[in-house]
């Protein structure tokens, strides 16, 4: 257990990646768990690490060049989760119109494109086998979603014109 409560973490006009609020099951994914990545800043990144927090990071690409001494990009695995406690707020923004997620609506994040997201993500500790560490499980999302020429023309004009 670490030495100090961890409050919520609020992240502002973050990328997501590995987008999976569907659930779908694959190699590192049990079917109906819904989650996605945040990619992180390095000193936010080193900074959650201190705290404990599950920073991952990508393994560099075959193609990148070797001679490079970046750091591999991290990234914040965070799980959305209803069937654990209070469910996530997750609030879908267009020009016109606001739509409030829910377990059976979420996956509709899976192909939208994004324009801007905010989070606020809870920590949760964890122990087992002698590890430990604190998860992200999401809170709250905002997500504005980028629209093109035909979506923005139908909101203002209504469906039925």
Not at 101 to 115: A, F, P
Not at 123 to 147: C, D, F
């Amino acid at each position: 257990m670490p030495e100090r409560k961890l409050e919520p973490v609020k992240m502002e006009d973050i990328t997501i990646v590995l987008r999976n609020f569907e659930g779908r099951p694959s190699k590192f994914n049990p079917p109906g768990t819904r989650n996605f990545g945040v990619l992180l800043d390095p000193r936010v990144a080193e900074a959650m690490m201190t705290d404990g927090w599950n920073v991952k990071h990508f393994k560099p690409r075959e193609d990148d060049d070797e001679g490079d001494d970046t750091e591999p990009q991290a990234w914040l695995p965070v799980e959305v989760a209803y069937n654990k406690g209070r469910p996530p707020r997750i609030i879908m923004l267009t020009e016109t119109e606001r739509k409030n997620l829910t377990e059976h609506t979420v996956e509709l994040m899976d192909g939208v494109d994004i324009k801007t997201v905010d989070v606020i993500v809870n920590p949760h500790y964890w122990e087992n086998n002698g590890r430990s560490g604190v998860k992200a499980y999401l809170q709250t999302m905002y997500v504005t979603i980028e629209e093109d020429d035909l979506d923005r023309k139908y909101a203002q004009h209504g469906a039925h014109e």
